[in-house]
């Protein structure tokens, strides 16, 4: 049973970061895809960030690209988003899901975690 757990999340400043955990289980990580996605109030759910499964390449929203950073720990089954200079617009629910396709969309048949709320508010 795929079993997804993220962490991380909270209530931070503008300018600030965070790192965000993935962790995984019930299913070989090393084999898939996974991607990180953002809820935010109102809107429907996003891809941000994807890691190929070998950690070889990834793929960013264009709003994240240069203040985000994914990468995976195959051997501790944990995939990772950092992220910096938050800004309110960051705010949102973040999810780990997989597989996801090339465009970091999840696919039909995959799973999501629980989410870890991000608030970025003075």
């Known amino acids: 049973q795929v079993q997804l757990v993220e962490s991380g999340g909270g209530l931070v400043q503008p300018g600030g970061s965070l790192r965000l955990s993935c962790a995984a289980s019930?299913?070989?990580?090393?084999?898939?895809?996974i991607g990180w996605f953002r809820q935010a109030p109102g809107q429907e759910r996003e891809g941000v960030a994807c890691i190929s499964s070998d950690g070889s390449s990834a793929h960013y929203k264009d709003s994240m690209r240069g203040h985000a950073t994914i990468s995976r720990d195959n051997a501790k089954k944990t995939v990772y988003l950092e992220v910096d200079s938050l800004q309110p617009d960051d705010t949102g629910v973040y999810y780990c899901?997989?597989?996801?396709?090339?465009?970091?969309?999840?696919?039909?048949?995959?799973?999501w975690g629980q989410g870890t709320q991000v608030t970025v508010s003075s």
């Open positions: 899901g997989v597989p996801v396709n090339e465009d970091c969309t999840l696919q039909a048949t995959g799973s």
């Open positions: 019930g299913f070989p990580i090393h084999y898939y895809a």
